[in-house]
């Protein structure tokens, strides 16, 4: 069974349409590149897929049930901006989410914490935004979800911690689980993506796996990107 269809998904803000019609299917066990330029829709996208907008029109299923607090529990979504009390400290922020997610793990969160070298007794308003996004990170990733939503989950860090980024999602979703993750830094999560999704004008222009799609257009997604938005 498919992990979560989006079925011609359209949502307008006032008389501006983000998305007029988009179908996406996630499957168990896939690592899904939810591409396109500011403005396309990827965000707004997130938010319908968490239940935190409803749609104009269309459906999304998980698990072949509608969305809602059941799926709610089952997904783990970074958004694109921080949502965590700034005032708290980071064992603070663990322990919010012990209390909030049943399948949080707080060992995961600590070993995490040492991995990107951050201080658990740190207050989250002397962070650079860098670091508050490892900690969302973190937070995140610590949750034993059947679905991980990233949306633009290495904006700002520095190029030498991408990498150790990448590897901790690679390292740290369960078998069987899927993510999608939403990027402008194509070039550097392509190696990791098994299927590319690119939104262009509200549609989806372009959708398919990541190797069929290099081979046959004999091109990185990076590539296959720029030439589908210029």
């Given at each position: ?6 079925e011609?998904?359209?949502k ?120 508050q ?55 550097e ?37 720029r030439?589908?938005?210029?």
């Amino acid at each position: 069974m498919d992990l979560m269809t989006c079925e011609g998904m359209k949502k307008r803000y006032g008389t501006h349409e983000v998305l007029k019609g988009v179908d996406i299917t996630v499957r168990p066990d896939r690592i899904v590149g939810l591409l396109g330029k500011n403005g396309a829709g990827k965000s707004t996208l997130f938010k319908l897929m968490n239940d935190l907008l409803v749609p104009d029109e269309g459906r999304i299923l998980f698990r072949g049930e509608p969305i809602g607090e059941k799926s709610k529990a089952r997904i783990s979504y970074l958004p694109e901006r921080t949502y965590l009390d700034r005032d708290m400290k980071i064992s603070g922020a663990l322990r919010f989410f012990a209390e909030f997610y049943g399948d949080f793990s707080a060992d995961r969160a600590r070993e995490l914490l040492r991995e990107l070298e951050l201080d658990g007794d740190m207050r989250i308003r002397k962070m650079s935004k860098g670091m508050q996004e490892k900690l969302q990170l973190i937070l995140v990733m610590s949750r034993e979800a059947d679905l991980y939503l990233l949306d633009e989950p290495l904006g700002g860090v520095d190029p030498s911690t991408r990498e150790t980024i990448l590897d901790t999602i690679l390292s740290n979703f369960r078998e069987g689980a899927s993510l999608v993750i939403s990027t402008h830094m194509i070039a550097e999560v392509e190696r990791i993506l098994d299927e590319v999704v690119i939104l262009k004008d509200g549609v989806v222009a372009v959708s398919g796996a990541a190797d069929e799609l290099r081979e046959r257009e004999m091109a990185s997604i990076d590539e296959i990107f720029r030439r589908t938005v210029k």
